[in-house]
T-cell receptor, first 117, second 115 residues
Framework: EAGVVQSPRYKIIEKKQPVAFWCNPI?????LYWYLQNLGQGPELLIR????????DSQLPKDRFSAERLKGVDSTLKIQPAELGDSAVYLC???????????????FGEGSRLTVL | GENVEQHPSTLSVQEGDSAVIKCTYS??????FPWYKQELGKRPQLIID?????GEKKDQRIAVTLNKTAKHFSLHITETQPEDSAVYFC??????????????FGKGTLLTVNP
């Protein structure tokens, strides 16, 4: 079974430029998460989707960040314009969703490392 | 919201020794406590978890203990091996699997096992 796939793995841009990250979750996983991981820190939730609905976006800086999950499968996270402080790893994760037999485990992708110059 | 503190930030042990990483949480309503391992440049992966109705859980060389009264939980790795070298994250959430699920991570512990 394929895991969570993210692209690009690495991205270098100049400040004020836009950037987009793409995530393909594990097939059948209804819940999708975007996490921000700064160097030497734990992942911090940016947004959580249940199917195509963003159910928790309280930590997403909405002035420059946006996300979408059309058709409830793939998701895109966009930053426009990027700032120096946005340099970090952007992790996508998925899970089968609430209830049922789900144990609580998140399945992470390998992340997209952004460097803003 | 939930706050998770993790200590130490770095830990160096000799191969074969034990390693212990400790975490505290702030929200007494938290009831699910997973541990993730992240090797350099790789994705975080779940290695063990515990729920608040259990005080201890073991899986081969890895064990986790939970003290609900004190609001702290610990990861224990015995007979450490070089491949255990990684960053370990503790986390806490309310409702592991429920609609109000929200995982808060600690800042991580870099474990180095020296051959």
């Amino acid at each position: 079974e394929a895991g969570v796939v993210q692209s690009p793995r690495y991205k270098i841009i100049e400040k004020k430029q836009p950037v987009a990250f793409w995530c393909n979750p594990i097939s059948g996983h209804n819940t999708l998460y975007w996490y921000l991981q700064n160097l030497g820190q734990g992942p911090e939730l940016l947004i959580r989707y249940e199917n195509e609905e963003a159910v928790d976006d309280s930590q997403l800086p909405k002035d420059r960040f946006s996300a979408e999950r059309l058709k409830g499968v793939d998701s895109t996270l966009k930053i426009q314009p990027a700032e120096l402080g946005d340099s970090a790893v952007y992790l996508c994760a998925s899970s089968p969703g609430g209830g049922g037999m789900w144990t609580g485990e998140l399945f992470f992708g390998e992340g997209s490392r952004l460097t803003v110059l | 919201g939930e706050n998770v503190e993790q200590h130490p930030s770095t830990l160096s042990v000799q191969e074969g020794d034990s390693a212990v990483i400790k975490c505290t949480y702030s929200d007494s309503a938290s009831n699910y406590f997973p541990w993730y391992k992240q090797e350099l440049g790789k994705r975080p992966q779940l290695i063990i978890d515990i729920r608040s109705n259990v005080g201890e859980k073991k899986d081969q060389r890895i064990a986790v203990t939970l003290n609900k009264t004190a609001k702290h939980f610990s990861l224990h790795i015995t007979e450490t091996q070089p491949e255990d070298s990684a960053v370990y994250f503790c986390a806490a959430s309310i409702g592991g699997g429920g609609s109000n699920y929200k995982l808060t991570f600690g800042k991580g512990t870099l474990l180095t096992v020296n051959p």
